[in-house]
């Protein structure tokens, strides 16, 4: 049974940096892009970007760039999504989300179960 | 302010055909394919349509997408009362380069 695990809720004050993990299993993990969203509380979905697992290469949209770092542990199995200089609009549940390619486009077809991080003084 | 436009509310009766819209640009989905996402009150979002029409494996068939230029739709047909829920769509944003995805659309069901 495919599994995306994500670590707990985070309170953080503003100017701090927050990492969220996710730990997947019962999947080949360097096989999948691995994307990461977020959901402001009342608020629409907002996509971050994505990283290869196999090679570590990331993608983000331009509005996070210089303040999210996507990384991963293949040993583990395990991506991370680390976001700085934290601003009280931050506070969103932030989700990791497994691709799956096929033949007419990717989609993804396995989420964690969100964490919700709150930035406030 | 999202890229993507889509109504905010929509409503329809057990058993009736509900359609939502979503309204872009040329460079995400006059130029890209369109996902539609169903998502239940605290719960993750589900993918219901891919690549504007295709459906993974265990979505209904009541599901069904279509895309037109830069316009999706998306058509639920024999409302249950349990697809009450947030509906989003989402398509690659050429000029952004990422996802970008509509507001949100809540279906009620009456």
């Given at each position: 049974q495919v599994q995306l695990v994500q670590s707990g809720a985070e309170v953080k004050k503003p100017g701090a940096s927050v990492r969220v993990s996710c730990k997947t299993s019962a999947y080949p993990f360097t096989d999948y892009y691995m994307h990461w969203v977020?959901?402001?509380?009342?608020?629409?979905?907002?996509?971050?970007?994505?990283?290869?697992?196999n090679s570590g290469v990331t993608n983000l949209i331009q509005r996070f760039q210089g303040r999210v770092t996507l990384t991963r542990?293949?040993?583990i199995s395990t991506a991370y999504m680390e976001l700085s200089r934290l601003r009280s609009n931050d506070t969103a549940v932030y989700y990791c989300a497994r691709i799956l390619p096929t033949d007419y486009g990717d989609y993804p077809d396995y989420w964690g179960q969100g964490t919700l991080v709150t930035v406030s003084s | 302010q999202s890229v993507l436009t889509q109504p905010p509310s929509a409503s329809g009766t057990p058993g009736q055909r509900v359609t939502i819209s979503c309204s872009g640009s040329s460079p995400n989905?006059?130029?890209?394919?369109?996902?539609?996402?169903?998502?239940?009150?605290?719960?993750a979002p589900k993918v219901l349509i891919f690549s504007n029409n295709q459906r993974p494996s265990g979505v209904p068939d009541r599901f069904s997408g279509s895309k037109s230029d830069t316009s999706a739709s998306l058509a639920v047909s024999g409302l249950?009362?349990?697809?009450?829920?947030?509906?989003?769509?989402?398509?690659?944003d050429d000029s952004l380069?990422?996802?970008?995805?509509?507001?949100?659309?809540?279906?009620?069901?009456l």
């Amino acid at each position: 049974q495919v599994q995306l695990v994500q670590s707990g809720a985070e309170v953080k004050k503003p100017g701090a940096s927050v990492r969220v993990s996710c730990k997947t299993s019962a999947y080949p993990f360097t096989d999948y892009y691995m994307h990461w969203v977020r959901q402001a509380p009342g608020q629409g979905l907002e996509w971050i970007g994505w990283i290869d697992p196999n090679s570590g290469v990331t993608n983000l949209i331009q509005r996070f760039q210089g303040r999210v770092t996507l990384t991963r542990d293949t040993s583990i199995s395990t991506a991370y999504m680390e976001l700085s200089r934290l601003r009280s609009n931050d506070t969103a549940v932030y989700y990791c989300a497994r691709i799956l390619p096929t033949d007419y486009g990717d989609y993804p077809d396995y989420w964690g179960q969100g964490t919700l991080v709150t930035v406030s003084s | 302010q999202s890229v993507l436009t889509q109504p905010p509310s929509a409503s329809g009766t057990p058993g009736q055909r509900v359609t939502i819209s979503c309204s872009g640009s040329s460079p995400n989905i006059g130029s890209n394919t369109v996902n539609w996402y169903q998502q239940l009150p605290g719960t993750a979002p589900k993918v219901l349509i891919f690549s504007n029409n295709q459906r993974p494996s265990g979505v209904p068939d009541r599901f069904s997408g279509s895309k037109s230029d830069t316009s999706a739709s998306l058509a639920v047909s024999g409302l249950q009362s349990e697809d009450e829920a947030d509906y989003y769509c989402a398509a690659w944003d050429d000029s952004l380069n990422g996802w970008v995805f509509g507001g949100g659309t809540k279906l009620t069901v009456l």
